[in-house]
């Protein structure tokens, strides 16, 4: 079978007659007027298809995670590098495994993601986390399943419908690691549990340590004379932490055929994919059995013989994708990330790159054989992490991990779409693309804006300054169009249509006068938005009042123009607004009024309190002490004291005081 490789000649001979390449921007992230808070990074695409009918249908799916200081959160965008949907407020350390998922037999209307922080070993945890259609969450599990610890954000994946699910379990355990490290050191097992949805209890368990032994591994601890690729010795400190000798980062479910309920599992520290006998097998082993070995370039065993000069080395990100023909045969095929970092110096690996490679896998012959191979036009070599998703369609989506960048290749290896964030710790365990529909529980959210609300006399037409209108709604799929009302009177109306705009990328910027000329003298206060899909129906709405600097802020209008303010995240404060300052209230007139005549009357009693003088009676008739803005005042030579005055034998009293004593009831 043919073996597609594409070089980077071969790339960019098919990019002449296929592809684009676009203008580069430098920007780091993208900014919002209606999200202040959001700092998406900017999605720069470098590289697409002019016929975008052979990408696959849905939207990239990123993971951004956090990572010296960045701040991680999933993000969904188009094939035009526009955002969908921005996870900020749904994680706090980061995601990891960012996907559509199943869930209870609900397919494809839930979104999945490992949430992962790390422990005092540097060791990553995570809590696994599902989200239905309106990013609302319907499940977050902390805690440990069974005997294990608590899950390691390198998979989680859900199984047969959403009914279960796979996660690894990075287990530390004490232990003799002579010769190779200390007698009472500490080792990590490698462990993964599929898990029932409805129930949390375990269904299947594996640990490494119990059918591994530790000279598999190309990752020893430290020892003299050992310099290649080596781990800190297996101690129990932050600063040694345990041995990782396997590094399980990749776990899948074979679904069908000779081998259904088997898994496959990656083991980074091996360079090996196992088949492991899952505990319905049809292999007739034993639950939990290796069933075979398929090894990479540094692997101790290796099952399977190579039918061409191609290998791999510190994959991640193993996935079953079927048997031949979805045939009963033993032929079968499965795709992973392949690093590549242990073969770039190698005799006959010279410039290896990174890859994402599809396997046929004949488990009679025991020959694999390489299908498809994806290498970036420049050569990408990703050092770590890095993911590849087939899609139904058969294009490959791939990650690259520690390069924070994305590629959609063909079947045939034509590169369809490349992007980079231009932020390089913007780095991604995996990446996806699939179909997907979001309808946010919250509406979208509009700004409307002014430089000034009167109009410009200077003018025969009577102009005003631009009414600029920005509206988003995040996480929502199914907008095409916005349609704006505005009012002068009210933030209920009565409205005037102001025009229906097609939606624009992830926030819509719209000058509304031109729209509102014909109507009005001076700028709207106030300004409505509904979100229409393609078909006219409206699925949801928003109001505000028109936001404008006050000619008393002289810095802020400093910083505002025609179409804004030009302070990064800047929340525009609602108190501030043409529905205040130039007509219209955001509130019945009744309700302002209580509002004010409350507002005063707080404002005298905390002023009474503030300088409020305390009396209290002696035996002469003069008080002692007072009390001056809270403070007690005993040394009458420091402080006066209000309403008395000094004299040669002490303090007299003033007829303010005489007024205050008689209106509290004392006598005088």
Known sequence: MLIHTYTLAALSALSIHF?????????????????????????????????????????????PFA?????????????NGQVIWYGLEATIHGAKNFRVCDYQGSIGTHLCWSEFSFTSLNAERSSNRIFDSSYEPVRRDFG???????????????????ETFVHVVYQMRKMNLEPYGPKGGHIIDPCFQEV??????????????????????????????????????????????????????????????????????SCRHHDTIYKIAGPNTLSGSKPGTILWRFGGEGAVHKDFAMTSNFTFSRQHHISFLGYEDNSTTSRLKVSLF????????????????????????????MEAELLHEYVQPNELLAIAQGGMHVTPSGNAIIGWGTIPELSEFAEDGELLFHMRFNDAKARNYRAYKF??????????????????????????????????AYVSWNGATEVSAWRFHVS????????????????????????????????????????????????????????????????????????????GCELEGFKYPVEMSCGGACGGSLVPAWV??????????????????????????????????????????????????????????????????????????HEV
């Open 196 to 265: 029932d949805v409805a129930t949390g209890r375990p269904v299947f368990r594996w640990c490494g340590l119990d059918y591994l032994e530790l000279w598999e591994t190309i990752m020893f601890p430290h020892i003299p004379g050992q310099t290649n690729y080596s781990e800190p010795i297996g101690g129990d400190t932050s600063s040694t932490g345990p041995w990782d000798f396997a590094h399980i980062n990749g776990v899948d479910k074979i679904s069908h055929g000779p081998s259904a309920g088997d898994f496959l599992i």
């Open 592 to 665: 302002a009024l209580v509002v004010l005549v409350v507002g005063l009357e707080c404002l005298a009693w905390f002023a009474l309190r503030a300088f409020e003088v305390v009396v209290r009676r002696s035996g002469d008739g003069l008080p002692l002490p007072v009390f001056v803005r809270g403070k007690e005042d005993n040394d009458v030579s420091r402080m006066s004291r209000p309403g008395f005055k000094r004299n040669k034998s002490g303090w007299e009293r003033t007829g303010k005081v005489d007024k205050l004593l008689r209106a509290s009831g």
């Open 338 to 365: 392949d690093n590549g970092w242990e073969l770039r110096n190698k005799a006959g690996f010279a410039g290896r790159a990174s890859s994402g490679q599809v396997y046929m896998l004949d488990e009679e012959a």
């Open 144 to 162: 440990a399943v069974g005997d294990l610890d608590v899950p390691n954000p390198h998979e989680f994946n859900m199984l047969s419908g959403g």
């Open 19 to 63: 592809t684009t390449t676009l203008a580069q921007e430098t920007r780091a992230y993208d900014l919002y007027k209606t999200e202040p808070t959001f700092r998406p990074p900017f999605i720069n695409i470098t590289h697409q298809t002019n016929d975008t009918s052979l990408l696959a249908p849905g939207y990239y799916f990123y993971e």
């Open 67 to 79: 990572f010296d200081g960045f701040p991680g959160a999933p993000i969904i965008f188009d094939n």
């Open 488 to 563: 002068t009177s009210s933030a209920h109306g009565p409205w005037i249509p102001a025009g229906t705009f097609a939606r624009s990328g992830f926030e819509t910027k719209v000058n509304l006068t031109a729209t509102l000329f014909s109507n009005f003298a001076q700028s709207a206060p106030f300004v409505s938005v509904e979100a229409l899909d393609a078909h006219g129906v409206v699925l949801g709405s928003a109001e505000t009042a028109t936001w404008v600097p006050k000619p008393g802020m002289v810095m802020l209008r400093n910083q505002c123009g025609e179409e």
């Open 435 to 468: 179909p997907w529909v979001g309808r946010p529980k919250d509406g979208p959210k509009v700004l409307a804006y002014a430089k000034s609300c009167g109009g410009d006399t200077s003018s025969s037409k009577n102009e005003t300054s631009s009414l600029m």
